[in-house]
């Protein structure tokens, strides 16, 4: 039963499902590590979209600047993966986004999939960043049932 819980756990969390970058409609950094912003920056400035939008608690300290690059720095509300996806949904209808990439953290990438699935009704490709570590896991199994049973909505 452990060895089954640490491969499922693996398998979600470690080595998610991933896309490798194409040209899309805007790039997506989620919050929460520097990895995330800083694959976010580089994969706008190596021209995969013309938009890049950033998740932080402060847009005010925003300033970041890629010629050719329009970024966007918002704050999602509720300041989680749900608040980020509906946010982008938003935008994405209002801006006719047919495509964008999503760079979460290594293990969240299951559950901003599924997030972004509910929310947002373009092809979202998932471009994660970073490590994982057990707090990681740990915090995705929990974070994955609340998801999967008490939210189920956008």
């Known amino acids: 039963m452990v060895v ?9 969390f470690v080595w998610p499902k991933t896309n490798a970058p194409r040209k899309v409609d805007a790039i997506v950094a989620l919050g929460g590590t520097n990895a995330n912003l800083t694959k976010g920056l580089k994969l706008a400035s190596e021209g995969y979209a013309p ?67 509910r929310c947002y009704h373009g092809t979202a490709l998932f471009d994660p960043a970073g490590s994982v570590t057990v707090a990681d896991v740990i915090y995705e199994w929990g974070a994955l049932a609340k998801a999967l049973t008490i939210q189920r909505g956008c």
């Open 4 to 12: 089954a819980f640490l491969a499922l756990s693996a398998v979600l």
């Open 51 to 117: 938009t890049l939008l950033i998740s932080t608690p402060d847009p005010s300290a925003c300033g970041y600047s890629i010629p050719g690059v329009s970024i966007i720095c918002f704050q999602p509300s509720p300041a989680t993966t749900q608040g980020e996806a509906r946010y982008v949904a938003k935008l994405a209808s209002r801006r006719h986004w047919r495509q964008i990439i999503v760079v979460s953290g290594m293990a969240q990438t299951l559950r901003a999939r599924l997030r972004f699935e």
